[in-house]
């Protein structure tokens, strides 16, 4: 089965800096990932995903992430957060188009002033 | 365009009473899904509807959990008796059609927070 894991529970970093989370997955082969926000009290919300194709991915506002597979990774980026960025975020995998998401257990996002 | 939407936001019930949380997808999405956060995890799946059919309910209790969707649209998931592991955070989202390039992404509302004492 598949799985997902996100090494770092909480992550701090000043406003401006650069970000990055980071997402390791299991699966066999190539699978679907995906990195979701949530913001306090919000819904979950798609910044990117990732089928095929080229593995440097951009998503909604300013993050992008890039897929290795040799490293079994799918780590997100941003060069230069905002106080906005604070909240957690949630990388997900799933097998194949019909098949249900795992989620991580989350990042949260710390930003100093 | 609307998005997904939830009722009730909040809920506090004492354990072993019922309760039910009401979700409306985005307009013409045919799948609808049901997830539970607990505090300081990831969503959990629970149950997955295409249309009015269930997918996949691998993950739902169902000595105490229930869900349906009739006339494919809305969704109602209803916990009775209520146990103190499920406070919670109750998500639904929907998408379009898994089948779709694109249709797979899902997409969320914002919760009913059930605290149960």
């Known amino acids: 089965a598949q799985s997902v894991t996100q090494p770092d529970i909480h992550i701090t970093v000043s406003e401006g800096a650069s970000l990055e989370l980071r997402c390791n997955y299991s699966y066999g082969a190539t699978p679907y990932l995906f990195w979701y926000v949530q913001s306090p009290g919000q819904g979950l919300q798609l910044l990117l995903k990732y089928f095929s194709g080229d593995t440097l991915v951009q998503g909604i506002k300013g993050f992008e992430a890039e897929f290795k597979r040799s490293q079994s990774s799918f780590n997100l980026r941003k060069p230069s957060v905002h106080w906005s960025d604070a909240a957690e975020y949630f990388c997900a995998v799933g097998r194949n188009r019909d098949d249900k998401i795992i989620f991580g257990k989350g990042t949260r996002l710390h930003i100093l002033p | 365009e609307a998005g997904v939407a939830q009722s009730p936001r909040y809920k506090i019930i004492e354990k072993r009473q019922s309760v039910a949380f009401w979700c409306n997808p985005i307009s013409g999405h045919a799948t609808l899904y049901w997830y539970q956060q607990i505090l300081g995890q990831g969503p959990k799946l629970l149950i997955q509807?295409?249309?009015?059919?269930?997918?996949?309910d691998s993950q739902l209790p169902k000595d105490r959990f229930s869900a349906e969707r009739l006339k494919g649209v809305d969704s109602t998931l209803k916990i009775q008796p209520a146990k103190l592991e499920d406070s919670a955070v109750y998500l639904c989202?929907?998408?379009?059609?898994?089948?779709?390039?694109?249709?797979?992404?899902?997409?969320f509302g914002p919760g009913t927070r059930l605290l149960v004492l």
């Open positions: 989202a929907s998408s379009l059609d898994r089948e779709l390039a694109g249709g797979e992404t899902q997409y």
């Open positions: 509807f295409q249309n009015n059919g269930v997918v996949d």
